[in-house]
């Protein structure tokens, strides 16, 4: 499985952004496709998921009503639209798989093991 995350970027707080996730190397069936993000200092934190077959999704409480997470089949791509952008969102976020995912499994980042590389999203006040 390899995950090609893109669409980061610097913007102004109240903006918005929408990053992308490029999925290949499999089907998809069963798995969950999550973001996560990592500032300077800090550990890496889930933002949110998705359960590729079913659509179920999941988000941290800092996001809610700001981010929406998607995915397009037909592409094999999963999207994080960001919207009301605040500075306490600037780290660098990174996509991530896991096969045979539960819901109870979406949000613990250390038990997906596929991840794209980071993309820097910058948001200033």
């Known amino acids: 499985v390899q995950l090609q995350a893109s669409g980061g970027g610097l913007v102004q707080a109240g903006g918005s952004l929408r990053l992308s996730c490029a999925a290949s190397?499999?089907?998809?069936?069963?798995?969950?496709l999550g973001w996560f993000r990592q500032a300077p200092g800090k550990e890496r934190e889930f933002v949110a998921a998705l359960k590729w077959s079913g659509g179920e999704t999941l988000y941290t409480d800092s996001v809610k009503g700001r981010f929406i997470i998607s995915r397009d089949k037909a592409k094999s791509t999963v999207y994080l639209q960001m919207n009301s952008l605040e500075p306490e969102d600037t780290a660098v976020y990174y996509c991530?798989?896991?096969?045979?995912?539960?819901?109870?499994?979406?949000?613990?980042?250390?038990?997906?093991?596929?991840w794209g590389q980071g993309t820097q999203v910058t948001v200033s006040s």
């Open positions: 991530a798989a896991k096969p045979r995912i539960i819901s109870s499994t979406l949000g613990v980042p250390s038990l997906y093991p596929y």
């Open positions: 190397g499999g089907t998809f069936s069963g798995y969950g």
